[in-house]
């Protein structure tokens, strides 16, 4: 017999259950405070707020990534990044939405973009294939150096994407490497890390794991965080990371709502600084993404994003 998972039934027991533990500590003598409490805890509105339920419509389908290919926006080798199972190399490409498609071909034109759609919209791959069949188009042509700098705001998300793209580009002949706090400055080190974390015996072909093989041979992609991306054009043992000038072809800012303030200032300049050192000003595409953000009346969330 199968089981559905009731999520008002699973709501009620966890209510009723916290209830029983907040009272088991709380013993109220005065009994006008003990009425007043009791009586708000029965309302449901002094523990918990009431239930929020949405209901998410599926995203509107964009054209096919082959028609892409043969209009000549991405490269036929792309098509293997996007496979919808990435365990499987051999697997059909995703058929992309259109915020998706739209993305791509901004960015292939050369233009800035905020990609600011729901979690789960597949922002990743509305800036990942350009990036990807652009890398895939220099290396052909014997450019070396990073070509994208994708920045998150935590460690945890750039380790998320980092494993993505990292199986996804396996065999592709593209490299990537993730330079954060956490990576190593010995190669063995990084890849006796890199075991115990992973479980696997070696890291895919495209993987640079340590700090010292990144700055010895900088990867055509590069993950890492606004703190350690100071630090890089800092730090005179990785500034040789962009000794390539001009190849540095896109810059991604994950999360880009998150860049406010005094941090937003902070990036601002870090931008600037990074286009200076890389000999790209004026010709550097620029990406943000974001999933939600407040905005005002009569604003959308996209607008407030783009702002």
Same mark, same amino acid.
Do not use: W
């Given at each position: 017999? =199968?089981?559905?998972?009731? /999520?008002?039934?699973?709501?009620?027991?966890?209510?009723?259950?916290?209830?029983?533990?907040?009272?088991s500590f709380q013993q109220i003598k005065n009994p006008q405070i003990r009425e007043w409490i009791e009586g708000r805890r029965a309302a449901g509105g002094l523990l918990w707020k009431p239930p929020y339920v949405q209901i998410?419509? /599926?995203? $509107?389908? *964009?054209? /096919?990534?082959?028609?892409? +290919?043969?209009?000549?926006?991405?490269?036929?080798?792309?098509?293997?990044?996007?496979? $919808?199972?990435?365990?499987? /190399?051999?697997?059909?490409?995703?058929?992309?939405? %259109? !915020?998706?498609?739209?993305?791509?071909?901004?960015?292939?034109?050369?233009?800035? +973009?905020?990609?600011?759609?729901?979690?789960?919209?597949?922002?990743?791959?509305?800036? &990942?294939?350009?990036?990807?069949s652009t890398a895939l188009r220099l290396k052909a042509e014997g450019v070396r150096g990073v070509k994208a700098v994708i920045v998150y705001p935590m460690n945890a998300l750039a380790n998320n994407q980092y494993d993505d793209?990292?199986?996804?580009?396996? $065999?592709?002949?593209?490299?990537?490497?993730?330079?954060?706090?956490?990576?190593?400055?010995?190669?063995?080190?990084?890849?006796?890390?890199?075991?115990?974390?992973?479980?696997?015996?070696?890291?895919?072909?495209?993987? %640079?794991?340590?700090?010292?093989?990144? $700055?010895?041979?900088?990867?055509?992609?590069?993950?890492?965080?606004? %703190?350690?991306?100071?630090?890089?054009?800092?730090?005179?043992?990785?500034?040789?990371?962009?000794?390539?000038?001009? =190849?540095?072809?896109?810059? +991604?800012?994950?999360? %880009?709502?998150?860049?406010?303030?005094?941090? &937003?200032?902070?990036?601002?300049?870090?931008?600037?600084?990074?286009?200076? !050192?890389?000999?790209?000003?004026?010709?550097?595409?620029?990406? &943000?993404?974001?999933?939600? +953000?407040?905005?005002?009346? *009569?604003?959308?969330?996209?607008?407030?994003?783009?702002?």
């Open positions: 017999m =199968v089981e559905f998972f009731n /999520p008002f039934s699973t709501l009620s027991e966890v209510q009723s259950d916290y209830l029983a533990y907040v009272e998410s419509l /599926p995203f $509107q389908e *964009g054209d /096919p990534l082959a028609k892409l +290919v043969e209009e000549k926006i991405l490269l036929p080798g792309t098509l293997r990044f996007a496979r $919808q199972a990435k365990e499987q /190399p051999e697997s059909p490409p995703i058929r992309p939405y %259109v !915020h998706q498609t739209t993305a791509i071909r901004k960015i292939h034109a050369g233009k800035n +973009v905020i990609l600011a759609t729901g979690t789960g919209s597949g922002k990743s791959f509305g800036f &990942g294939l350009p990036i990807v793209f990292s199986e996804r580009l396996d $065999q592709s002949g593209l490299t990537i490497g993730r330079y954060t706090g956490d990576t190593k400055n010995n190669p063995d080190e990084a890849l006796s890390e890199y075991q115990r974390l992973t479980g696997r015996d070696a890291p895919y072909e495209c993987e %640079v794991l340590s700090r010292k093989e990144i $700055q010895d041979n900088p990867p055509d992609i590069l993950m890492t965080n606004y %703190v350690m991306l100071e630090l890089l054009l800092t730090r005179f043992e990785d500034r040789t990371l962009f000794r390539h000038q001009g =190849v540095l072809q896109f810059l +991604v800012l994950d999360e %880009v709502h998150t860049y406010s303030g005094k941090r &937003g200032a902070d990036v601002a300049a870090l931008i600037r600084r990074l286009k200076q !050192h890389t000999g790209t000003i004026g010709k550097l595409t620029c990406i &943000g993404t974001s999933a939600t +953000v407040e905005s005002g009346e *009569g604003e959308s969330a996209q607008e407030a994003v783009a702002k």
